[in-house]
């Protein structure tokens, strides 16, 4: 399934595209050459729900956080979920304006919060974007391979690297998106294989300038993720991981491998 074969044509969004994908499918990658184009602003794995600031450590600037790091023992969960929410929304609307017309907020959302980390099964950031009606860019790669190299960091850690919950969630991932009307979908194996052109597709679609000089700039943003990545001198296809005997067993056995594939455009080719 090629960008140019999606039945969905994506809109342009008010000044917003938001990037989704799961962990190991290229999401880095794609979110470094779409931060390269022109007139893109990059916001890396943004969430409303989740913190990574340890017992109320130095963090001058986010006195809700140090609040909650300290006494979300003392508050309902449903108080602290509106009180994250409302920041979230309002620091985001700030940031939407304060990039100016002819300026594109890009927001790599983190979706493995949703899909893996809990099962919200659906994006937590949306809801509170309805202000902008941003454009939904959706990254996909193959489930084998995206669970092979995920595996290789304990990324499914959370499903203890159980493939057919893997597979049950990935296809909770693809469904959530299927169902959001002008999604974009592009397949991580279709932008190695023809980077250049995959962009300037995807550049169109969402009012992008494109620059073709963009793999000269992939060294300058610094963003979490790239696991399974040492270089950006070249795009180019990989070649699968090894699968073990159990692990090919545990995909065609699983009772959503099949369904993971179809909804992400993959055929359930024998292993």
């Given at each position: ?21 799961l ?6 990658v ?54 994250r ?27 493995h919060?949703?899909f ?6 659906s ?7 309805d ?37 049950r ?42 620059n ?13 993720g ?46």
């Open positions: 399934m090629s960008l140019a074969a999606t039945s969905m044509v994506a809109h342009v969004g008010m000044g917003m595209i938001v990037l989704h994908h962990a190991s499918s290229g999401g880095t794609f979110s470094k050459a779409l931060a390269a184009q022109g007139n893109c602003l990059l916001l890396n794995e943004i969430h409303p729900y989740f913190s990574v600031i340890p017992d109320a450590g130095f963090s001058p600037t986010t006195p809700l956080e140090q609040y909650l790091a300290r006494y979300q023992k003392n508050l309902p969960e449903a108080e602290i979920a509106r009180a929410s409302e920041s979230f929304r309002f620091q985001l609307q700030y940031l939407l304006k304060l990039a100016g017309d002819g300026n594109r907020l890009l927001l790599r959302e983190w979706s919060g949703d893996f980390a809990s099962e919200r099964f994006s937590a950031a949306l809801p509170l974007l202000f902008a009606q941003p454009a939904s860019l959706v990254t996909l790669r193959h489930p084998v391979d995206c669970f092979l190299s995920g595996k290789t960091y304990n990324a499914w850690n959370p499903i203890n690297s159980d493939v057919g919950e893997f597979c969630r990935y296809a909770k991932f693809c469904e959530f998106f299927r169902d959001r009307p002008s999604a974009l979908f592009v397949q991580y194996e279709d932008f190695a294989t023809r980077p250049d052109a995959l962009l300037q597709e995807v550049c169109e679609k969402l009012g992008l300038a494109f073709p000089y963009y793999m000269r700039q992939l060294d300058q943003f610094r963003l979490s790239g696991s399974g990545r040492t270089s950006y001198e070249k795009i180019a296809p990989r070649p699968r991981r090894p699968l073990s005997d159990a692990e090919k067993s545990a995909f065609m056995h699983s009772a959503h491998y099949a369904r993971a594939c179809e909804l992400a455009g993959y055929s359930p080719e024998p292993l």
